[in-house]
């Protein structure tokens, strides 16, 4: 056999190890498309929150600004 060549055993060999690194990338692919649809979840959970958090603070400003007319126009003591 000449020295740069391959035996059959070592191919034999290295098609079992690409086979088993192939299996672990399916896996990693799997887990990963997973990990993908859970951040877009979250994604949109925060997006939903951002919009409450909005109206909250508008709510808190409008009710300020409401009560401070209010002690402006009542008399002070």
Same mark, same amino acid.
């Given at each position: 056999m000449p020295p740069d060549?391959?035996?059959?055993r070592d191919f034999g060999a290295l098609e079992?190890?690409?086979?088993?690194l192939q299996q672990q990338m399916?896996?990693?692919e799997r887990s990963l498309a997973s990990v993908a649809e859970q951040v877009a979840?979250?994604?949109? =959970?925060? /997006?939903? %929150?951002? @919009?409450?958090? $909005?109206g909250i603070s508008t709510m808190v =400003?409008? /009710?300020? %600004?409401? @009560?401070?007319? $209010?002690?402006?126009?009542?008399?002070h003591p």
């Open positions: 060549s391959i035996s059959p079992s190890n690409v086979r088993h399916d896996r990693v979840e979250m994604r949109d =959970t925060l /997006a939903k %929150a951002k @919009g409450g958090w $909005i =400003t409008a /009710a300020g %600004a409401v @009560g401070a007319f $209010i002690a402006r126009i009542l008399p």
